[in-house]
């Protein structure tokens, strides 16, 4: 999930704008949460998901 739609409900404004602490708390902790996929980019999931798909076809092929 993102932040950047989120309101909140102490201050009812953006949770992305951080106006209060509790806005800041939860912005702090989304964006830990989401560290790791934030990190990937589409091309990097595309590269690691060809990889799996090689590693599979070469397992396959040596055990046939």
Same mark, same amino acid.
């Given at each position: 999930?993102?932040y950047?739609? !989120?309101?909140?409900a +102490?201050?009812?404004?953006?949770?992305s704008?951080?106006?209060?602490? &509790?806005?800041?708390?939860n912005?702090?902790r989304l964006?830990?949460?989401?560290?790791? !996929?934030?990190g990937? +980019?589409?091309?990097?999931l595309i590269v690691?998901?060809?990889m799996? &798909?090689?590693?599979v076809a070469l397992?396959a092929?040596q055990?046939?």
């Open positions: 999930m993102t950047d739609r !989120l309101v909140c +102490n201050c009812a404004s953006p949770v704008e951080g106006r209060c602490p &509790v806005c800041r708390a912005r702090e964006q830990q949460e989401n560290s790791f !996929l934030t990937l +980019n589409p091309t990097t690691l998901l060809a799996l &798909v090689a590693a397992l092929h055990t046939v």
